[in-house]
């Protein structure tokens, strides 16, 4: 694992790992520069999917899907530890069913309710035999500490906007040369992960509260319905 998952990898380590119930923990770089909320939903479901790939014996990996809701308690900052746990509802060659939640200090963070991610070879993606390493590794000694140093802010291009009501922008999707997480997700096929891209939207969203709210700094509560729909490649621009 010293070479590999280092730069979007957000489990430390598994400390229970039990047919269809998994536990564990990540612990944020005091020198992170940026780690938004969503990536404490992509922590939880980062732990799930190592259940499930256990589950189908690194056969099949979860890859995108879909979140009924996703509730923020509150934001973790670099230097806390959030507590994971998943549990794996449904688990077959078709598809993963799941929820989650993390906290810190005893007290929530983040719920993940009603989950499916579709499975997908895992040839397709990566090395069977180096992920089964990797979990291994994560369920003894754990991973090396302070491998994320933080998530760059989205390079997003307003497009229009009518204030405090709607915005629309364009999100430039880095190189795969010039983002390091490429090469976490995934090795054999780089796919810009869909909890940046809710990052991005939000950002926007976010702004569109703050112009709306007559004082404050909002921050968001719930996400619902997430649904990716396909992958998007290294240097995609989105609107």
Known sequence: MSERFRAFSFVDRITRSAPMHIEGEYTVPTHATRFPASLMAEAVGQLAAWCAMAELDFAWRPVAGLAGATRYHQIVVPGQTLRLEANIVRCDSEAVAYGGRASIDGRPAIELVDCVGPMLPMTDFDDPAAVRSDFETLCAQGAAPNRF??????????????????????????????????????????????????????????????????????????????????????????E
């Open 149 to 238: 140093s933080g998530a760059p802010a989205p390079r997003l291009e307003t497009t229009g906007h009518a204030r405090g009501k709607r915005m629309t922008a364009t999100l430039q999707v880095p190189g795969v040369d010039e983002a390091p997480y490429f090469a976490d997700h995934f090795p054999r096929r780089p796919v810009f992960p869909g909890t940046l891209l809710i990052d991005a939207l939000a950002g926007l969203a976010m702004q569109l509260a703050s112009e709306a709210l007559p004082a404050g700094a909002p921050m968001p509560a719930s996400i619902s319905n997430v649904k990716i729909r396909a992958f998007t490649t290294p240097g995609t621009t989105l």
